[in-house]
């Protein structure tokens, strides 16, 4: 990313707490990144380490306690406009984890995915939202003859199609895709990661993938950023962070990859992670740019040495 790039969406020290207001739980502490526009920014990090909670904070499903969250310019989060909030509604999408639970069972495939017009678009006619729905079908590879057919009749990885659809007839610029392929078969995660790929070389999309899957993120991501408990490890492009993983919490991830090549023998245990191993009494870790693009969280001890690793690499 040596060159300028078009920042889209910029999150500032987010922070996003759960609970009473006298005992809050913060799920995501201060958390800072740039989008970049036609990226795929992947959010990779163990179960509850609140990288979901990021995504959903950024879609305004959940409150910030703290923070910012720009896009194209304009605060996104706390008390906005009804205009501002339509716009967002239509220019950010999400595409969630589960695709049987996120699709209405009652509603027919027409509805499901035009819901979003119905509150956008109010003017649009009934053909013309016909229209639309298998437009964003076709695009997304069904049949337009599937829209009169309930969820249940399809298969999981039809089903997430029919929410990227759901998605897609908004027109977005930024989508946040939340494990979009963890509740599939093996046999079909490939297709949909490709069909995301190709959305995005054809319309122009930006994503912020959210996995625990670190090698469906190498495919994918053009960054990856490494989050424990709610805090920033480490972010750097993809390449640079498989091949040189510096934060302890990284490298434990990394070696918990399954390698699938008969020649590649896993002879050492997977590496275990144990915060303890930071002694921050005296000396507090900070957000520090190791080196161009590459940022990693530690103190003036742990950066000096992560700065000596990367000298001697």
């Excluded at 298969?155 to 997430?160: A, H, T």
Aim: with cysteine; hydrophobic share 40%; proline share 5%.
């Amino acid at each position: 990313m040596s060159e300028k790039k078009e920042v889209l969406l910029s999150v500032k020290d987010m922070k996003v707490a759960f609970g009473s207001r006298r005992k809050p739980f913060y799920a995501v502490r201060g958390v800072s990144f740039d989008i970049y526009k036609g990226e795929t920014f992947g959010l990779v990090g163990e179960s509850g380490s609140g990288k979901t909670t990021i995504g959903r904070a950024v879609i305004r499903i959940y409150e910030t306690a703290g923070g910012e969250v720009v896009f194209k310019g304009q605060k996104i989060n706390g008390a906005i406009s009804k205009e501002l909030d339509r716009e967002v509604t239509r220019k950010i999408q999400m595409i969630f984890q589960d695709p049987m639970a996120s699709l209405n069972e009652r509603a027919k495939v027409d509805y499901i995915v035009a819901e979003g017009l119905y509150n956008v678009d109010k003017h649009l006619t009934t053909q013309e939202r016909k229209e639309k729905v298998d437009a964003a079908l076709m695009d997304v590879g069904l049949l337009p003859e599937f829209a009169s057919r309930f969820p249940h009749e399809f298969s999981g990885g039809q089903r997430q199609r029919i929410g990227i659809a759901r998605a897609l007839i908004m027109q977005p610029e930024f989508i946040v895709a939340d494990e979009p392929i963890s509740a599939l078969d093996v046999s079909i995660r490939a297709q949909v990661l490709n069909l995301l790929s190709d959305l995005q070389k054809k319309r122009g999309l930006t994503y912020l993938f959210i996995s625990h899957d670190l090698s469906v993120m190498r495919f994918i991501c053009d960054r990856i950023a490494v989050i424990h408990k709610g805090l920033l490890m480490e972010l750097a492009d993809t390449e640079t962070l498989f091949r040189h993983p510096l934060h302890p919490y990284t490298q434990a991830l990394l070696s918990a990859v399954p390698m699938p090549s008969p020649d590649h023998r896993q002879d050492a245990p997977p590496l275990i992670y144990d915060e303890s191993m930071h002694d921050y009494s005296k000396d507090q870790p900070q957000w520090c740019e190791i080196e161009p693009n590459h940022f990693v969280r530690g103190n003036q001890a742990e950066l000096e040495k992560y700065r000596k690793q990367l000298a001697e690499e």
